[in-house]
């Protein structure tokens, strides 16, 4: 099972969008709506973002949200803030009933 | 408090065995999906085994498949993975984390423990 797609790195401002893509194929992203998305600082555990392409676990800002379209999944967080900046990883359950997570993303706030 | 500690790591050489251990505290375990998660130094996270609420069934990746066994004791409130025949490759910090029956997601995680591999 080859790794989701993520780009390394995405930045942008205090206060703007960034969108953090995760490509996929119809063995997984494309054939469940099970896409997660997981934030890990430096040195930290993961700790869950988004469940099922765009649902929020309690505790999270709404500023974060999830959406799907065919094998690509997305996160967007909006009003950029300082204490986003980590690394991103979306995971996915497979038609082979096992699980793969991205490459990850590199958050910066410049 | 919901909590999860994994335990077990520590220095193996290559082709050798170890077993990792991850308790749980503050929820009822045995009603959850339980999964282990390793992340090489420097590199991203990579899925390596789920095992059922009740322990019936577990999957795993590729990589690891008839190396490594995942197993729980719902009576200790443990989560263990016995891994034999390790490899460089293994070497990683290992998480376990938690799955709430009713979504599929990982919603607690441990700290993680350290397996290094080497002669």
């Known amino acids: 099972q080859s790794a989701l797609t993520q780009p390394p790195s995405v930045s942008g401002s205090p206060g703007q969008s960034v969108t953090i893509s995760c490509t996929g194929t119809s063995s997984d992203v494309g054939s469940y709506n099970r896409v997660s998305w997981y934030q890990q600082p430096p040195g930290t555990a993961p700790k869950l973002m988004i469940y099922?392409?765009?649902n929020r676990p309690s505790g999270v800002p709404d500023r974060f949200s999830g959406s799907k379209s065919g094998n690509t999944a997305s996160l967007t967080i909006s009003g950029l803030q300082a204490e986003d900046e980590s690394d991103y990883y979306c995971s996915s359950y497979t038609s082979s009933s096992t699980y793969v997570f991205g490459t990850g993303t590199k958050v910066t706030v410049l | 408090e919901v909590q999860l500690v994994e335990s077990g790591g520590g220095l193996v050489q290559p082709g050798g065995s170890l077993r990792l251990s991850c308790a749980a505290s503050?929820?009822?375990?045995?009603?959850?999906?339980m999964h282990w998660v390793r992340q090489a130094p420097g590199k991203g996270l990579v899925w390596v085994s789920r095992?059922?609420?009740?322990?019936?069934?577990?999957t795993y990746a590729d990589s690891v498949k008839g190396r490594f066994t995942i197993s729980r004791d719902s009576a200790k409130n443990t989560l263990y993975l016995q891994m034999d025949g390790l490899r460089g490759d293994d070497e990683a910090v290992y998480y376990c984390?938690?799955?709430?029956?009713?979504?599929?997601?990982?919603?607690?995680w441990g700290q993680g423990t350290t397996v290094t591999v080497s002669s």
């Open positions: 984390g938690r799955a709430p029956r009713n979504y599929y997601g990982m919603d607690v």
């Open positions: 099922e392409v765009s």
């Open positions: 095992i059922h609420a009740d322990g019936s069934s577990a």
């Open positions: 503050g929820f009822t375990f045995s009603s959850y999906f």
